[in-house]
């Protein structure tokens, strides 16, 4: 069938295999450009393994160490008429660019928030790797059923304590308006943070400890965003900023339990970049936007790939986390530098419909958007017929 871009409001609702293949492959180029990470990971567990940040930090872990890979996502597969996911297609061309190159990868599809799949995944790892060194946490989910009481947790995207008006960004449209949130009520908060806080990871951790599946000097980490104080009532300060302090919570807890194990947990704080997840969140398109033109004509702009390579070479695996006052490692310090949050400041006051593709880079949003789902890359022919039943290698065994 021929697969053509259908977008509904924050979301693309078809995939393109070869498109999601060849930005896959984008991505393996970009590590291996780099050469190999010195005393890298050598297996790996990624939670949330399909898309965005976690699949690049699946990337990055095998091609730029040569690690063996287990992903865990909750994707759709394609049928021989219609698409599936493009999570899942990412998944597939991974797996084919590692068997290539000689690299363990195995992946599994399923509810990772359930027990079912803690130990499906649990007994991959002793009967295929042993014990995994590293664990990666990165799972984006608007809602999570709790694996002992069976209730089911929805995230909300509010602010927390009075409303929140601010500009926007009409991702649709290209018009820049004007927002207005209502603040956060009832249990909304809970329920946010059982959905996007520390529980399931500290959850996954506890059995893979219990399983003995952990290396000794094993390292976790989960990721987060803290932003500039004009998304704060919509992000830090919001909801999901709570769900993320109680991310915060679970990392000292966890350095504790991986004590004994000479092992250490991480929250990395990283770059505003559109993905699936961040694309949802009202405000933030228009901010990264602006940030994407200050970025890229300072040359300091970097994509989730470029995020999760130097997480891991320049941080983790070189001795020199250079963690914050908080003991998180910020590898969104380059959209932080006070220059760079000036002119985007002074860009936001001034931002409006018409003069956004001066201020902003829309069109660069816009890109990196249709990407995610495989289109607009360079050397995929769109108008060729595509085979949307493409499988992934180790869920066919």
């Known amino acids: 069938m021929i697969i053509a871009p259908k977008?509904?409001?924050?979301?693309?609702?078809?995939?393109?295999?070869?498109?999601c293949a060849k930005h896959v492959?984008?991505?393996?180029?970009?590590?291996k450009?780099?050469?190999?990470?010195?005393?890298?990971?050598?297996?790996?567990?990624?939670?949330?393994?399909?898309?965005?940040?976690?699949?690049?930090?699946?990337?990055?872990?095998?091609?730029?160490s040569n690690a063996a890979t287990i992903g865990v996502f909750f994707e759709k597969p394609g049928e021989p008429?219609?698409?599936?996911?493009?999570?899942?297609?990412?998944?597939?061309?991974?797996?084919?660019?590692?068997?290539?190159?000689?690299?363990?990868?195995?992946?599994f599809n399923g509810d990772a928030f359930s027990d079912p799949v803690k130990s499906e995944v649990i007994a991959a790892i002793k009967a295929d790797l042993g014990q995994v060194d590293l664990v990666i946490y990165s799972l984006?989910?608007?809602?999570?059923?709790?694996?002992?009481?069976?209730?089911v947790y929805k995230s909300v995207l509010k602010p927390v304590g009075e409303s929140y008006t601010a500009k926007n960004l009409n991702t649709t449209t290209g018009v820049v308006n004007e927002i207005t949130i209502a603040p956060a009520e009832g249990d909304d908060?809970?329920?946010?943070?059982?959905?996007?806080?520390?529980?399931?990871?500290?959850?996954?951790?506890?059995?893979?400890?219990?399983?003995?599946?952990?290396?000794d000097g094993v390292r976790t980490v989960a990721y987060s965003y803290i932003g500039p104080e004009v998304t704060w009532p919509i992000y830090k300060n919001g909801t999901i900023g709570?769900?993320?302090?109680?991310?915060?919570r679970v990392q000292r807890a966890l350095d504790e339990k991986l004590a004994p194990l000479n092992g250490k947990a991480w929250v990395s704080v990283n770059k505003a970049l559109v993905t699936q997840a961040s694309s949802?969140?009202?405000?933030?398109?228009?901010?990264?936007?602006?940030?994407?033109?200050?970025m890229k004509a300072d040359g300091t702009h970097e994509d989730t790939i470029e995020q999760m390579d130097r997480l891991l070479r320049d941080r983790i695996y070189n001795g020199n986390p250079q963690a914050d006052a908080a003991g998180r490692i910020r590898v969104d310090d380059w959209e932080m530098t006070p220059e760079v949050q000036a002119l985007v400041g002074k860009r936001w006051d001034g931002v409006n419909t018409e003069n956004l593709s001066e201020l902003g880079d829309f069109e660069g949003y816009q890109s990196s958007f249709l990407r995610l789902f495989g289109f607009g890359l360079t050397g995929v022919d769109y108008a060729a017929e595509s085979d949307p039943g493409v499988g992934v290698p180790s869920l066919e065994r």
């Not at 924050?10 to 498109?19: K, L, W």
């Not at 984006?140 to 209730?151: F, H, N």
């Not at 949802?280 to 200050?294: F, G, H």
């Open 7 to 19: 977008i509904r409001g924050f979301i693309c609702t078809t995939a393109h295999p070869e498109g």
């Open 25 to 31: 492959a984008g991505q393996i180029a970009v590590v």
């Open 33 to 64: 450009s780099r050469g190999l990470i010195g005393n890298g990971p050598k297996k790996v567990l990624v939670i949330g393994s399909s898309t965005g940040y976690g699949l690049s930090s699946r990337i990055a872990a095998a091609f730029g």
């Open 81 to 107: 008429a219609k698409c599936g996911t493009a999570d899942w297609y990412n998944t597939a061309a991974f797996e084919k660019e590692a068997a290539a190159a000689g690299l363990y990868a195995r992946s």
């Open 140 to 151: 984006a989910s608007p809602r999570r059923t709790d694996p002992k009481s069976g209730e």
């Open 189 to 215: 908060e809970a329920q946010t943070t059982a959905v996007m806080g520390g529980e399931d990871w500290e959850l996954w951790t506890d059995a893979l400890l219990e399983a003995g599946v952990l290396a």
């Open 242 to 248: 709570k769900a993320k302090e109680d991310l915060e």
């Open 280 to 294: 949802a969140i009202p405000v933030v398109p228009l901010y990264i936007s602006l940030l994407y033109k200050v």
